[in-house]
């Protein structure tokens, strides 16, 4: 794997990692801002059908996020259709005893090098709920703009969020 | 949940359900040049009998969006579509919309887009409605702005198109903020 980051590397999913996935994803921390569908509690089948599913590649490119030899995230890249088929959707978390020393930027800026060098994306971007303010520092930092911010797009916990779009364009066109 | 789609008489146009019988009026007045611009690829160039007939057949799909044919007189002129999203966005919906060319500048797609709000918010409990254009596309800008939508950003290169990348504008309306129409 060529080496991109300092502080994390992205390595492709294998299914012997569902356990130590499903110690990191069992955390409501870790959930709070992400899609209803990511499970609660998340037992270690809900990691082997997610790594499956991962390793099938069927609508999106999936790697995993490791540090010193530990599993300490997961991120992905959802490429859209038709005429905006150059765009892909990153999405990620990071194990929460993780949190605060980088990780997130290192991989996303990772990510998005993959994406466009090796899958041949021209722009990614991030939703982002507006209250998850580490999420969109880690865009910042990785070279991600902000582009819009989508009043009351998301639902969760019962009440109405705004999402912001931050995105990263290509400039080798 | 399936949607069904009601039929809504609009004086000189009416909203309703697809049929198969639209296919060659679909055909007609979608084949322009002027509309094919700023559609998806799959729409077509050109928007053939045949891709007209698999839009119907699609539009039948009992899924959470909501595909309205425009007639007048029952001639199939256009077209607008409610996509209801998932998950965190199920109360969020993308509108889409076109018109033939011989029915511009009567105020029909503005109307149309007022009466799908109405329908999304009031009978689907949406909270959000937005859509994404061209911003060369004035027209659909102007009509978006006359049924209370905002401009909420600028994403850049959206979209490809003959090889070129350009952004998309994204409005939106939310049921809190909507005007009185």
Known sequence: MEKLTNTCDLAPWKMEYARELAEIANNLKVKRYLRDAFPHPYALKDAQDFIAKALKAEDGFYFCIQ????????????PRADVERFSGEIGYFIAEEYWGR????????????????QY?????FALI????????????????????RLKDAVFKNDQF????????????? | MPLSTPTIDLGDFCLRAWRMSDAEARARHGNHPKIIRYMFDSFGSPHTVEKAREFIEKSFAHDKSLRFCISVDEEAVGSLFLHVGEDVNRY???????????????????????????????????????????????RSA????????????????????????????????????????
Request: proline letters at 2%.
């Open chain 1, 102 to 117: 980088g990780i997130a930027t290192e991989a996303i800026r990772a990510m998005t090098h993959i994406a466009i060098k």
């Open chain 1, 161 to 173: 969020y705004d999402q912001m779009i931050y995105a990263f364009v290509d400039s080798n066109d």
């Open chain 1, 67 to 78: 540090a010193g030899g530990n599993l300490t995230g997961s991120i992905s890249v959802r």
């Open chain 2, 142 to 181: 102007q009509v978006l702005k006359r049924a209370g939508f905002k401009l909420e950003g600028r994403l850049k290169h959206a979209v490809c198109r003959d090889g070129r990348f350009i952004d998309d504008l994204i409005y939106a309306l939310v049921s809190t903020n909507r005007p009185d129409i």
């Open chain 2, 92 to 138: 969020s919906a993308e509108v889409g919309y076109w018109l033939g060319l011989e029915h511009w500048g009567k105020g029909i797609m503005t109307r149309a887009l007022k009466t799908a709000v109405r329908v999304g918010f009031d009978n689907h409990g949406l909270r959000r409605i937005h859509a994404t254009l061209d911003p060369e596309n004035r």
């Open chain 1, 129 to 148: 709920d507006a209250p998850n303010q580490a999420s969109a520092r880690a865009c910042e930092k990785a070279g991600y703009t902000f582009e819009a």
């Open chain 1, 120 to 124: 041949g994306l021209h722009r990614l």
